[in-house]
């Protein structure tokens, strides 16, 4: 069964980091694409970032409202994703969900996601 | 970056409805769009992919059709779990943009 469960959301303020982190178990993790997507309250979903690994080495691929701002990375030893969230502003409060490529691109499994409050 | 239209945004059905929900792109994708639906408090799930192809376990009152820039979601008869919100998501690049949402809700 995939399983994929996001850690370290919380308060921060305005200008802050934060570092996101999604545990994948029960899928061949190095060999998918994995994305992080969120939602702020009330709001629709919002794509943010993507990350292959390839060859050559990871390949990433941004939001352009997070661009310079956030960095994806993953850990394929650990079957671990993160995202790394930099001068972080009051519209980046969101729950943030990681989740995987399936068929075809789609995004077939998702984690519950953890909650990121930008505030004073 | 490619931009996606649903529409309605919100519709009122009745259980028993045939409902369809439109969404269109600002330029061609060919198939690569994506349906899920999503309930209060839980993650997104895939419903449809590759513009019509159903996921596992989904039920077969839920199809999609389209390519370029126009598809649609159809629930033949609309079920009382089947209140939710739907999204279209276009996979032909990135970023791999959602639409807006549509939210069925009971009538």
């Known amino acids: 069964e995939v399983q994929l469960l996001e850690s370290g959301g919380g308060l921060v303020q305005p200008g802050g980091s934060l570092r996101l982190s999604c545990a994948a178990s029960?899928?061949?993790?190095?060999?998918?694409?994995m994305s992080w997507v969120r939602q702020a309250p009330g709001k629709g979903l919002e794509w943010v970032s993507a990350i292959s690994t390839t060859a050559s080495g990871d390949v990433t691929y941004y939001a352009d409202s997070v661009k310079g701002r956030f960095i994806i990375s993953r850990d394929n030893s650990k079957n671990t994703l993160y995202l790394q969230m930099n001068s972080l502003r009051a519209e980046d409060t969101a729950v943030y969900s990681c989740?995987?490529?399936?068929?075809?691109?789609?995004?077939?499994?998702w984690g519950q996601g953890t909650l990121v409050t930008v505030s004073s | 970056d490619i931009q996606l239209t649903q529409s309605p945004s919100f519709m009122s059905a009745s259980v028993g409805d045939r409902v369809t929900i439109t969404c269109r792109a600002s330029q061609g994708i060919s198939s690569y769009l994506a349906w899920y639906q999503q309930k209060p408090g839980k993650a997104p799930k895939l419903l449809i992919y590759a513009a019509s192809t159903l996921q596992s376990g989904v039920p077969s009152r839920f199809s999609g059709s389209g390519s370029g820039t126009e598809f649609t979601l159809t629930i033949s008869s609309l079920q009382p779990e089947d209140f939710a919100t739907y999204y279209c998501?276009?996979?032909?690049?990135?970023?791999?943009?959602f639409g807006g949402g549509t939210k069925v809700e009971i009538k």
């Open positions: 029960g899928f061949s993790f190095s060999n998918n694409v």
């Open positions: 998501q276009q996979l032909n690049s990135y970023p791999k943009t």
């Open positions: 989740a995987k490529d399936g068929a075809e691109r789609a995004l077939d499994n």
